[in-house]
């Protein structure tokens, strides 16, 4: 038998779910929250092995709930159920701790699967959800680095070029290159346009 | 004694009124009643003055006051000149001769300004002055200077009064062959300009001269031609006056029915135009011609009217004559009574001539102190006047400069007071419109979360039930299936809808990864968007990311559907003081599609304000976009 517990402000789908879990054999409910307050005041005194959560929930919310455990050191797994289905959140719930994840409309096949993949391997990882966080990791869309734009406006004051004489020659306003030329500065940590110059040449984009 | 009338042109300006001149001085009246100008007052108060002098010597006295006054003030230096110059001919017909020199002083002062005309009358008015105060020498040298002025001027008019005043001087002085050169040359400049009173009067003056130099039959001559001209003239006062020396002169012949003759011709005339001065005289001498015939009845007669009207002349001098002459005649007729009488009266006459000429003289002293005093009071009554006019003025400047200053400091407060209201309100409103707003996020979120997992859940929870029965029955029910793909539909539309509200990104992990979401969605198109950001690690002001991030929604959707580029770059790099947001693409700029600048521009620039940022678009037609946020931190 497997213990789950479960996290959810929505009684209604709680009690859905607990009807749904139900019909597996090797399952048995044994603590219902309405928010990750409750389900840690549930956990001291109920063990479970399995703890199906939900992200959106007042007072202590999932992510949050997943912190406090890891804190706590209590010894189950977290198999997230949310409505949230974006890369970004599925990155997150990995990312927080969670050992599975799950959208909400996910079938009874499916979720009872995963409530004993996760208990008997530690994680459960649909092949979609391997898709998106892959996909997401794959195209590195976020860069703190310098875009193209800037090491473009780098060589010309590296040529020795002023901000008008740049400004007119990419068709931008001084304003603009003013403010590239600050981002610059800022991202390569340094003070003045002489310094500029001589990253430039360190780093071969000058000649 | 002898009684000689002379001539001076002078008299002229005595000249009986004729009824133009009435009229002359009613609108002279007028004028003046209306004129605000001193000047003008002045000028018309001269001429009244000047034409009122033979009839009304009262009010033309009173005039001449008036223009007097005036002189304290500011006037014109020719005006004030012309003023004095009249003082000194009123002086002189009242034989205040003192008065005449100060005034003729006075006038001399303003020499300049008095013109030839008016200093030739100045000097004629001071010689004459001197004449009767028996001070021939001056006399003749103040003649003399006008006879100068004459010259220099060539005044030919002038010289032949000038003449004439030198010729009487003469006569005065006995001195006949000067007096007859002056005469003469006289009379020749008034025939040479054919001013015929002149020569009326010269002829009668030289009658005169020729009279005491012997030569009677010229003198007759002169006399007769005098007598033609002021008939022609129409001059009776003077024909009485040539009748009357004619007389003596005839007495003097010894003709003395030809004297008897022309002293009662004389007589009558003087009687016909009232000239009692002349009247006197006749009488006297037609009293003087009985007494040597020994007709002393007539002679009594003629003397005692002679009297009466000199006492009632006060011509002093004719007064004691007559009872000299009489005491003489009642002595003679064997009335010593009378004549002791007469006699004593001559004396006291004498003495009080003498007496009254001293008092005269003293009382002359007295009122030119006086009149003096009296202008120094004037004076500085003006000038008190004048100060506290000044006073006023300077109080009324400082009220007026208070109350400008008081208004001013007022306006000032007021405007303080209302842009500090006005401050205030704006305030108030703007907290206001950012608390709305505030709750308006703070409902979208709410909604939006309502949506997202209650509506949300129960949707997949009745998709999942359904499912469930799906499963358990052996055949595929179409109702169900359709079921099911409708909830799954609806629970799609319900999270887009949620997240366009409020992105679940954006609350939970920030703005990055909610830029990110956003990102992703563009995939399926063809723009290749990349997001480069710098020490965005922290989270920021909820507000803040909550504007930026729609900010930024609202440019991709703008390059979206507007820019028709296939780059677009992102850039979030928060500095010390503030953040920098570029949003960049490679489309066709903003330019070449107006549009573009329209809702989503506008809905960009007030979150902007909204968070007291700055805002500059660069866009060149085929060269892309670049909106460029500042937002302070």
């Known amino acids: 038998m497997i213990r789950v517990a479960l996290a959810d402000d929505h009684t209604m789908f709680r009690e859905g779910l607990v009807s749904l879990l139900s019909q597996g054999n090797h399952v048995a409910v044994v603590a219902q929250a309405n928010n990750g307050k409750e389900l840690l005041d549930l956990l001291l005194d109920t063990p479970a092995d399995v703890l199906i959560l939900d992200i959106e929930m ?13 804190e706590l050191s209590i010894d189950l797994k977290i198999l997230v159920l949310t409505m949230h289905s974006t890369p970004q959140f599925i990155k997150n719930i990995f990312k927080a701790g969670a050992d599975g994840y799950l959208p909400k409309d996910v079938g009874k096949t499916t979720l009872l699967e995963a409530i004993d993949r996760v208990h008997q391997t530690g994680s459960y990882h649909s092949p979609e959800t391997m898709k998106i966080v892959m996909d997401n990791l794959k195209e590195g869309t976020i860069s703190t680095g310098i875009s193209p734009r800037e090491k473009e406006i780098i060589r010309l004051i590296a040529d020795g070029y002023t901000t008008q004489e740049i400004a007119e020659k990419l068709y931008l306003s001084k304003h603009t290159v003013e403010s590239h030329r600050k981002n610059i500065l800022l991202k390569l940590g340094l003070k003045n346009s002489a310094g500029l110059v001589k990253y430039a040449i360190h780093r071969g984009l000058i000649y | 004694m002898r009684v000689l009338i002379p001539y001076f042109f002078l008299v002229m300006a005595m000249l009986p009124l004729q009824s133009q001149e009435k009229e002359a001085i009613d609108s002279l009246r007028i004028t003046l009643s209306l004129v605000k100008n001193q000047e003008d007052a002045a000028t018309l108060n001269l001429a009244l003055y000047k034409r009122l002098m033979g009839v009304h010597s009262d009010s033309a006295q009173l005039h001449l006051d008036r223009a007097v006054t005036f002189t304290k003030k500011d006037l014109s230096s020719t005006l004030t000149g ?19 020199f100060h005034y003729v002083h ?42 100068k ?22 006569i005065k002085m006995e001195n006949w062959p000067k007096a007859k050169e002056f005469m003469t040359k006289s009379f020749d400049l008034c025939k040479k300009h054919t001013i015929e009173r002149g020569m009326a009067f010269t002829l009668g003056n030289l009658g005169i001269i020729n009279k005491h130099q012997g030569d009677f039959k010229e003198a007759i001559e002169a006399y007769e031609r005098s007598n033609k001209l002021l008939d022609n003239l129409n001059d009776e006062r003077g024909m009485a006056r040539n009748y009357d020396n004619l007389g003596a002169l005839y007495e003097e012949l010894g003709n003395h029915s030809f004297a008897q003759y022309y002293y009662l011709k004389s007589l009558n005339a003087a009687q016909a135009i009232g000239d009692e001065s002349t009247m006197t005289s006749a009488l006297h001498n037609l009293g003087n011609l009985y007494a040597k015939q020994g007709d002393f009845a007539p002679s009594i007669a003629n003397y005692e009217k ?7 002349l006060d011509n002093r001098d004719v007064v004691r004559d007559n009872h000299l002459r009489l005491a003489n005649v009642y002595e003679r007729s064997g009335s010593p009574l009378l004549a002791l009488q007469h006699q004593k009266s001559y004396t006291a006459w004498k003495d009080s001539i003498i007496n009254q000429e001293h008092l005269k003289d003293i009382s002359e002293l007295e009122i030119k102190y006086e009149s003096e005093k009296k202008e120094n009071d004037i004076l500085l009554l003006s000038q008190q006047k004048l100060r506290t006019d000044a006073k006023l003025a300077q109080q009324r400047a400082r009220i007026r400069r208070l109350s400008y200053g008081l208004l001013g400091v007022t306006i000032i407060l007021g405007a303080g007071i209302m842009i500090i209201m006005q401050y205030h309100k704006n305030r108030k409103q703007r907290q206001l419109i950012e608390t709305i707003a505030e709750t308006q996020i703070a409902e979208r979120h709410r909604i939006a979360r309502d949506l997202h997992d209650s509506i949300g859940g129960s949707l997949a929870l009745a998709k999942n039930t359904l499912q469930c029965v799906s499963e358990n029955q052996d055949e595929k029910n179409k109702n169900i299936q359709d079921s099911i793909q409708a909830l799954s539909q609806t629970a799609n539309d319900v999270r887009r809808i949620a997240h366009n509200l409020m992105p679940g990104e954006l609350v939970k992990f920030g703005l990055v990864p909610a830029i990110h979401t956003t990102l992703e969605g563009l995939k399926k198109t063809s723009l290749e968007a ?3 950001t710098f020490n965005m690690e922290e989270r920021i002001n909820p507000n803040k990311e909550i504007h930026l991030f729609r900010i930024i929604q609202e440019a991709v959707q703008n390059v979206i559907k507007h820019a028709q580029a296939d780059q677009l770059n992102i850039s979030l790099n928060k500095h010390r003081k503030y953040l920098s947001l570029m949003v960049e693409d490679n489309g066709i700029g903003m330019d070449s599609d107006k549009t573009r600048s329209g809702m989503g521009i506008e809905n960009i620039k007030s979150r902007v304000s909204q968070l007291k940022g700055t805002l500059n678009i660069d866009s060149v037609t085929g060269r892309g976009t670049i909106i460029s946020i500042q937002i302070p931190m």
């Open chain 2, 106 to 147: 006075k006038a001399l002062g303003v020499k300049k300004h008095l013109g030839p005309k008016l200093l030739i009358d100045v000097y004629s008015m001071q010689g004459t002055a001197h004449y009767y105060k028996s001070e021939y020498a001056k006399a003749i040298a103040a003649h003399r200077r006008a006879e």
């Open chain 2, 530 to 532: 990349d997001l480069y």
């Open chain 2, 306 to 312: 002679s009297l009466a009207i000199a006492e009632k």
């Open chain 2, 82 to 100: 012309k003023i004095i110059a009249a003082q000194v001919e009123r002086h002189l017909i009242a034989n205040n001769y003192d008065s005449v």
């Open chain 1, 58 to 70: 007042p007072e202590m919310d999932g992510f949050d709930t997943i912190q406090k455990i890891k």
């Open chain 2, 149 to 170: 002025v004459c010259t220099s001027n060539n005044l030919e008019g002038g010289m032949a009064k000038v003449f004439n005043n030198i010729g009487i001087t003469y």
